[in-house]
C-alpha cells in the first residue's frame, strides 16, 4: 500500500514537474484532449437540458390527453402537406358530438385562437398579443397557473360573460404597478372585466404559444363576433379520459365518433389527426440521440488527436528521464514499477485536459442559464463521464512508452 502511494507521488510530481518545465509544449499537447472533453459533455449537457425542459412541458401538458388536430405533429412530405391542408378544422360539432355520444372521455375541451389585434385601458395599449377562448372544460384538463384572480366559473362561461384573463406581459404593459382585478379593458372594441392574471412563465421550448401574452375569453363570449366555422380560425380539441382507460381504446372511440360525425365511408381515410404526447417523446428520443452521436463523433476525434500528442509528452519523457529510470532499476526498482509511474502521469496529464474541459462547460452552462430562458445544467453524471473519458485516454496515450520505459536495461539506461 506503502509502495503505491509512493508511485502515485512520484508520478503526480513528475507530471506538474512536465507540466511547469514545458508549459507551452504541455498546454498545446493537452488542448486536444481539452476540446475533445468540452465538445462531448458540452453537447451531452445541451441534449440532456434540452430533454428536461422539453419533458417538463409535456408533464405540464399531460400525457393522457388526445388533441384533435388538423394537421398531425410529426413532420409530412410536401404531398402529405396538401393532402392535410385540404381537411376540415376541429370543428364545434365534432366538440358537441364527442361530448354527447363518447363513454370513454371523462373531459372535452374545444379551444380557439385568434390576433387579440389591439388592447387598451385608459392610455395604454399592447398589440401583438394572442387571444384564446375556451371552453369551461380547458382549465381542467390543463391547469393553469394564477398569479392573481381566478379562472372563469361554469356560470360565466356558459353565458359567455365578458370575462378576461390576461398574460403576465400584458397585465404587465397596461396596468404596470397597478391592482389589474376588476378592472376594465378594451379588446377588439369591447369591453371585458379583469378577473385573473396568469403567472410569469417565459417562453418555451415546447410550446409556440407564449401564455405570457395571452388574453382569455370564454368561448361563449367570442362566438358573438367570431365565426367558429371560419376556415381560417385555429381551433383544436382535447380530450381527457375516465380514470383507468387505456389511450389506445379512447383513441379508437374518438376516431369512430369522428368518422360518423364527419359521414366517412368506410374505405375513406380519416380527415383529421389524433396526437398525443408520446408521439412527441419518440420523435423527439431519435433526434436527442443524433445529436449525441454527432457530439460524441466531435468529440472523439479531438481525443484521438490529443492521445496522440499525450503519446508524444510521454515519449520525449521518457527519452529525458532515461537516466533516472536507470539510477531506479540499478538500485532495485521493478519493472511494474516504473511501468505504473508513466501510467500514473500519462492519466493525470489527461485528467488535467480533462478537468479544463469540463471549467469550460460548466462557464457556458452558467452563462446560458443566467442570459436565456434555457435552464441548463453540468450534473455530476457528465463530470464523472468526461473525467472517466479522459482517464481512459490517458491510459492508452501513456501504455506504449510505459512499457518501452520499463524494458529498458538498465546499464544502457545510466549510461545514456
Wanted: aromatic fraction near 10%; include cysteine.
Amino acid at each position: 500500500m506503502i509502495l503505491i502511494f509512493k508511485i502515485v507521488f512520484e508520478s503526480t510530481r513528475q507530471a506538474f514537474s512536465s507540466l511547469i518545465a514545458n508549459k507551452l509544449r504541455t498546454f498545446l499537447s493537452l488542448l486536444g484532449i481539452t476540446i475533445g472533453i468540452f465538445a462531448i459533455v458540452a453537447v451531452k449537457s445541451a441534449v440532456d437540458s434540452l430533454r428536461d425542459n422539453l419533458m417538463e412541458g409535456i408533464s405540464e401538458i399531460g400525457t393522457d390527453v388526445l388533441y384533435v388536430e388538423k394537421f398531425p405533429w410529426t413532420s409530412t412530405t410536401e404531398d402529405n402537406y396538401w393532402k392535410f391542408l385540404k381537411r376540415p378544422e376541429p370543428s364545434i360539432d365534432d366538440y358537441k358530438a364527442i361530448k354527447e355520444k363518447s363513454d370513454l372521455t371523462d373531459l372535452t375541451a374545444f379551444v380557439i385562437d385568434a390576433d387579440a389585434k389591439n388592447i387598451t385601458y385608459r392610455s395604454s395599449s399592447v398589440s401583438g398579443g394572442f387571444m384564446f377562448a375556451s371552453t369551461y372544460e380547458f382549465q381542467s384538463i390543463q391547469k393553469l397557473d394564477f398569479a392573481k384572480g381566478r379562472y372563469f366559473s361554469r356560470k360565466e362561461s356558459e353565458s359567455g360573460a365578458e370575462k378576461i384573463i390576461l398574460g403576465h406581459q400584458i397585465s404587465k404593459e397596461l396596468f404596470g404597478k397597478q391592482e389589474p382585478i376588476g378592472r376594465e379593458i378594451k379588446m377588439r372594441g369591447k369591453k371585458y372585466n379583469v378577473i385573473g392574471v396568469l403567472k410569469e412563465e417565459g417562453e418555451s421550448l415546447f410550446n409556440p404559444i407564449n401564455f405570457d401574452e395571452v388574453a382569455w375569453i370564454p368561448l361563449n363570449c367570442a362566438r358573438r363576433f367570431i365565426n367558429l366555422r371560419d376556415r381560417f380560425l385555429d381551433r383544436s380539441l382535447m380530450i381527457k379520459g375516465k380514470p383507468d382507460v387505456v389511450l389506445e381504446d379512447l383513441k379508437s372511440e374518438i376516431t369512430g365518433i369522428l368518422r360518423t360525425e364527419r359521414k366517412l365511408r368506410p374505405k375513406e381515410e380519416d380527415d383529421f389527426s389524433l396526437m398525443e404526447m408520446s408521439s412527441v417523446n419518440q420523435s423527439l428520443e431519435g433526434f436527442f440521440t443524433s445529436l449525441n452521436v454527432a457530439g460524441f463523433v466531435i468529440g472523439i476525434f479531438s481525443l484521438i488527436v490529443g492521445m496522440f500528442s499525450v503519446a508524444n509528452i510521454m515519449f520525449v519523457s521518457v527519452k529525458e528521464r532515461t537516466n533516472q529510470i536507470g539510477v531506479k532499476m540499478a538500485i532495485g526498482a521493478q519493472k511494474h514499477v516504473i511501468l505504473w509511474e508513466f501510467l500514473i502521469e500519462g492519466i493525470i496529464l489527461c485528467a488535467i485536459g480533462g478537468l479544463m474541459g469540463l471549467v469550460f462547460v460548466y462557464g457556458i452552462v452558467t452563462l446560458v442559464s443566467l442570459g436565456t430562458p434555457f435552464k441548463m445544467s453540468l450534473s455530476l453524471v457528465n463530470m464523472m463521464y468526461g473525467i472517466g473519458a479522459s482517464i481512459l485516454v490517458g491510459l492508452i496515450a501513456a501504455i506504449i512508452p510505459a512499457i518501452q520505459a520499463s524494458k529498458l536495461d538498465p546499464v544502457v539506461a545510466i549510461r545514456k
